[in-house]
């Protein structure tokens, strides 16, 4: 890929994981990765680590730019869409991961003409195993979605979604990390409970995990049917998943998926 010039305006935890995941393992030279945010030292400390350029001002990298990547805070968006007012040309694509600002807001504070997508990651973009939904405003096009998508690579899995979905996806995938993490937090101490030590079930349990989705990701078999291939009658498998039915599992996993959702609606 022809490396475009770049910036990411917002330096601070998705941020860097954007920049990090974008020039260490991306099909981009970090010489043309732009960084800036308005704590200066954030933006130099990775310019430092990675070889990518800190703009000093949003007016030296922008016009210089044909992606811009928004990773500030939603409260911080009207200020940047001041900043950015008049800097912005239709050629450029403007990408913002803040939580809950709509298309339409970024597209009325920047211009009619502005090509606008919206990206809901989540955190394991830290370790290139993100799940990230896109949603394209209108004067997108294809190409460009495609575009924009090649460069998230590194980060992850991008799927595109419409944007009337956003909510949906912070309920699952944007919070879904910390239903895993509660998982396995739980699981590891009933591993304690019953009578391994914390280091030895800590290590099985995250192992399983790990093993267990690869081979829903290589198989590419439904979950049930893979639950069923190690559930043999009258087994240890059907005496938890019995207890794991009584106690209301599924209907709590989803109870939580619609509160996230509802939640992410009111922010
Ligand atoms: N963390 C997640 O799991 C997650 C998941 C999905 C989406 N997101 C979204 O990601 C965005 C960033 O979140 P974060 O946790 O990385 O926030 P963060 O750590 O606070 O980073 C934001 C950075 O932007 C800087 N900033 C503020 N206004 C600016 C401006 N006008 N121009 C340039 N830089 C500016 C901030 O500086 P100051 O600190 O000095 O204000 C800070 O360094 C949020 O919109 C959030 O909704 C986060």
């Avoid at 970024?106 to 997508?117: D, F, S, V, Y």
């Avoid at 989540?122 to 090649?150: D, F, W």
């Avoid at 944007?174 to 993490?181: D, E, K, R, S």
Wanted: some cysteine.
């Amino acid at each position: 890929m022809k490396t475009e010039q770049i910036v990411l305006i917002g330096c601070g935890a998705m941020g860097s994981a954007l920049a990090r995941g974008i020039a260490k393992k991306g099909d981009v030279n970090p010489s043309s990765v732009w960084v800036y945010d308005t704590n200066e030292e954030r933006a130099k400390q990775l310019s430092r680590e990675l070889g990518v350029k800190a703009a000093a001002s949003l007016e030296e990298a922008v016009p210089l730019s044909r992606h811009l990547l928004v990773a500030v805070k939603p409260q911080d968006i009207d200020g940047l869409i001041q900043m950015l007012r008049g800097l912005v040309t239709p050629g450029q694509l403007v990408t913002s991961i803040a939580a809950g600002i709509t298309i339409a807001t970024l597209q009325n504070g920047l211009g009619p003409e502005c090509k606008i997508l919206r990206l809901m990651p989540n955190t394991p973009c830290l370790v290139g195993e993100g799940a990230i939904a896109m949603s394209a405003g209108k004067n997108v096009s294809e190409g460009e979605r495609e575009e924009v998508m090649a460069l998230l690579k590194p980060l992850g899995l991008t799927l595109q979604v419409p944007e009337k979905l956003m909510d949906a996806v912070t309920g699952l995938s944007g919070t879904g990390p910390a239903y895993v993490f509660l998982f396995v937090e739980t699981l590891i101490d009933a591993g304690v409970t019953v009578g391994l030590n914390r280091d030895v079930a800590s290590k099985l349990v995250i192992q399983t995990l790990i093993g267990a989705a690869k081979m829903l990701q290589e198989f590419k078999i439904h979950p049930a049917e893979l639950r069923n291939n190690v559930t043999s009658p009258a087994g240890t498998t059907c005496a938890a998943l019995q207890v794991l039915e009584e106690t209301g599992f599924r209907s709590s996993m989803i109870k939580a998926v619609i509160e996230a959702t509802r939640r992410a609606g009111e922010l």
